[in-house]
């Protein structure tokens, strides 16, 4: 069984610049979320995907923004970038939704990491 | 809102020995997970461990197991025999059981294991 894709691994832009990162689920999994990993901030929620409404979202400023497709699939985009946007961008997914302790089980990816210059 | 701390930045120990890492949380939910994850230095994050809150049996598996205070909101991580490893960022997490998947993280424990 295929875990969590995230695409690309590694890119480099710069400030003003957007990007598009993906992420495709374990297949059944409905729920897809994206977590910020930077240094100084921790691990830090960005939004949550259940049957492509969020469900969630994170404090962040409306230049981070993201969506969910049919087949569960995930994108999430950062307009405007900034060089504090240069961080770990992890999806994860899980059952959720689905009756079962495994609901509430997160799977990750192995993360993009975008760096800002 | 839910919080969830983990007080050891570091910590390091030798092969072979027993380590424990300490988390506490805060919640007014009365149902909810409780994770333990662990990213080494490849960045995956990679589960170890989870405690259903309305179970009262501590979870283990294989040389990992938790010790889960519910009353105290705490939730520490064993690990027996350490390997080398078990080297890596431990990360506790937190979620609900309702809604929204959302895991509150830890700020993380680095552990060494030392041979």
Same mark, same amino acid.
């Given at each position: 069984?295929?875990?969590?894709?995230?695409?690309?691994?590694?890119?480099?832009?710069?400030?003003?610049?957007?990007?598009?990162?993906?992420?495709?689920?374990?297949?059944?999994?409905?729920?897809?979320?994206?977590?910020?990993?930077?240094?100084?901030?921790?691990?830090?929620?960005?939004?949550?995907?259940?049957?492509?409404?969020?469900?969630?979202?994170?404090?962040?400023?409306?230049?981070?923004?993201?969506?969910?497709?049919?087949?569960?699939? !995930?994108?999430? @985009? /950062?307009? +405007?970038?900034?060089? =504090?946007?240069?961080?770990?961008? *992890?999806?994860?997914?899980?059952?959720?939704?689905?009756?079962? !302790?495994?609901? @509430? /089980?997160? +799977?990750?990816?192995? =993360?993009?990491?975008?760096?800002? *210059? | 809102?839910?919080?969830?701390?983990?007080?050891?930045?570091?910590?390091?120990?030798?092969?072979?020995?027993?380590?424990?890492?300490?988390?506490?949380?805060?919640?007014?939910?009365?149902?909810?997970?409780?994770?333990?994850?662990?990213?080494?230095?490849?960045?995956?994050?990679?589960?170890?461990?989870?405690?259903?809150?309305?179970?009262?049996?501590?979870?283990?598996?294989?040389?990992?197991?938790?010790?889960?205070?519910?009353?105290?909101?705490?939730?520490?991580?064993?690990?027996?025999?350490?390997?080398?490893?078990?080297?890596?960022?431990?990360?506790?997490?937190?979620?609900?059981?309702?809604?929204?998947?959302?895991?509150?993280?830890?700020?993380?424990?680095?552990?060494?294991?030392?041979?």
């Amino acid at each position: 069984k295929a875990g969590v894709t995230q695409t690309p691994r590694y890119l480099i832009k710069t400030r003003g610049q957007q990007v598009t990162l993906s992420c495709s689920p374990i297949s059944g999994h409905r729920s897809v979320s994206w977590y910020q990993q930077t240094p100084g901030q921790g691990l830090q929620f960005l939004f949550e995907y259940f049957s492509e409404t969020q469900r969630n979202k994170g404090n962040f400023p409306g230049r981070f923004s993201g969506r969910q497709f049919s087949n569960s699939r !995930s994108e999430m @985009n /950062v307009s +405007t970038l900034e060089l =504090g946007d240069s961080a770990l961008y *992890l999806c994860a997914s899980s059952l959720a939704g689905t009756p079962g !302790s495994g609901a @509430n /089980v997160l +799977t990750f990816g192995a =993360g993009s990491r975008l760096t800002v *210059l | 809102a839910q919080t969830v701390t983990q007080s050891q930045p570091e910590m390091s120990v030798q092969e072979a020995e027993t380590v424990t890492l300490s988390c506490t949380y805060d919640t007014s939910e009365s149902n909810y997970y409780l994770f333990w994850y662990k990213q080494p230095p490849s960045r995956q994050m990679i589960l170890v461990i989870r405690q259903e809150a309305y179970k009262q049996q501590n979870a283990t598996e294989n040389r990992f197991s938790v010790n889960f205070q519910k009353a105290a909101k705490s939730f520490s991580l064993k690990i027996s025999d350490s390997q080398l490893g078990d080297t890596a960022m431990y990360f506790c997490a937190f979620i609900r059981i309702q809604g929204a998947q959302k895991l509150v993280f830890g700020q993380g424990t680095r552990l060494t294991i030392n041979p």
